[in-house]
């Protein structure tokens, strides 16, 4: 099977070139992914896969349907956040706060799931316990922050607004909450598929004032307008099942909460628009964009949406490590749509690509015969080579704390939190129960 491959700024596609972007010791990505990220950089880096999976389909049906709830569970404490538009967002914290004390210094990774999902997902629990679990045992030893999308993994809704593709104007809080709550911790990103866009995005439009300190984007969709139309025009897979689950997905998320929007009198969703959609028998990821997404957010139409969110478009101004990992044979975003030439020529971004993985998959058999997800492994590795690279510390914006308790930037106040107490949500187990929504992606 094929070597790994990966694309960087260089002139013959090895991994080695000559820009500088502030690493502590002046070395380039490139030169560090290949010299201390041994599962991407070593010369026979690869992915074996699994026979009995061949192919991306199989691994992403694999991803979808297999029972995974038993598998590395997970203890989290959950906080409430209300943000500045009065909606609040559920983030997850392991290890939990009140078992395991803030330590100076100590690493923390916010994580951002995909379409519907959140930290119940065995996509996110895998990699929290392999970031979480403490070198000595084989990890990194850090904290993780999952952000809880609006409206999923059982997160309130109290506004009629959830989130989008491009919806990062919910990420600044929450990282406001970690720079302050870990003040003087490097603070690291890692998105799934469509958390993977989320983060990439909100990196690119932050540039220079990034307060992380590197990215991993994990079948990251980069290009939505280019894998839409990959999902209309590929196989029959493509054509009559992907693009209908993902619509699907959507439509059921709002379903879920369709109280808030048929109900509030300042949602911008007209009633007859969502049921429209429960109504149909079936609906696409593009026709929920055209009917919903662009109605709720302020877009012309699907075309408008992704040509605005997607993240390849804020790649120039990167300024801070950013590792992308696709499979090559991810069913859903195709090989052709990942974004080589901005990897070519941006110092600050190295993308990966395995010969197998499906699109969230990326399976291999396990020494005890068990099976694990590979990507793991090169995000536990490119978090530790930047932390043992020293890289200059990142920039935390200025609070101000208003009278009711919101904690804003200094600079926008439209970026703001505040903590609020549930108190039947501080503390659960995820990794012994099935989620309610599409999982797997």
């Not at 010969?355 to 090169?378: C, I, S, T």
Request: with cysteine; proline share 6%.
């Amino acid at each position: 099977m094929d070597m790994d491959r990966l694309y960087s700024a260089v002139e013959d596609s090895t991994v080695s070139c000559s820009h500088k972007i502030g690493l502590g010791r002046g070395d380039s990505l490139a030169n560090l992914v290949k010299n201390k990220v041994p599962s991407l950089g070593r010369t026979d880096a690869r992915l074996p896969g699994i026979w009995w999976l061949p192919g991306g389909h199989a691994q992403t049906a694999y991803t979808a349907f297999t029972d995974f709830t038993r598998v590395d569970p997970v203890v989290y404490e959950r906080k409430i956040l209300q943000v500045a538009d009065g909606g609040v967002i559920a983030i997850d914290i392991s290890p939990p706060l009140h078992t395991s004390p803030i330590r100076e210094g100590e690493t923390v990774v916010v994580i951002v799931h995909g379409l519907t999902g959140g930290s119940h997902e065995h996509y996110v629990r895998c990699a929290v316990q392999g970031l979480s679990t403490s070198p000595k045992e084989g990890g990194l030893g850090a904290r993780i922050v999952v952000i809880n999308l609006r409206g999923c993994n059982q997160s309130p809704v109290i506004t009629p607004k959830l989130y989008h593709a491009g919806s990062t104007d919910d990420v600044r809080p929450i990282i406001l909450w970690v720079t302050q709550t870990f003040p003087r911790c490097s603070v690291f990103g890692l998105g799934f598929s469509l958390g993977g866009n989320l983060l990439s995005k909100y990196v690119g439009e932050e540039g220079s004032d990034c307060p992380l300190s590197g990215l991993v984007s994990l079948a990251n969709p980069w290009d939505l307008s280019l894998g839409d139309e990959y999902c209309k025009t590929g196989t029959l897979l493509n054509r009559f099942v992907y693009r209908y689950v993902l619509g699907d997905a959507l439509r059921s998320l709002h379903y879920l909460h369709r109280n808030i929007f048929l109900n509030s009198p300042t949602s911008p969703l007209p009633p007859h628009l969502l049921e429209k959609i429960f109504k149909m028998g079936r609906i696409s990821l593009s026709e929920f964009d055209d009917i919903i997404t662009s109605a709720l957010y302020g877009f012309k139409d699907s075309k408008d949406y992704y040509d605005k969110i997607s993240s390849a478009r804020f790649l120039n101004n990167l300024r801070i490590p950013l590792l992308g990992i696709n499979s090559e044979d991810d069913p859903i975003l195709g090989r052709d749509n990942l974004p080589y030439a901005e990897a070519v020529r941006n110092p600050y971004f190295v993308l990966a690509t395995t010969e197998v993985g499906g699109h969230m998959g990326w399976f291999e058999r396990q020494a005890d015969g068990n099976l694990n997800r590979w990507y793991v492994k090169p995000v536990k590795e490119f978090f530790a080579a930047l932390l043992e690279d020293s890289a200059p510390s990142r920039p935390r914006p200025e609070v101000v704390i208003n009278s009711d308790g919101m904690v804003q930037q200094r600079t926008n106040s439209n970026i703001g939190y505040r903590e609020i107490e549930l108190e039947s949500l501080k503390l659960f187990m995820s990794g012994d129960a099935k989620s309610e929504l599409f999982t797997g992606w």
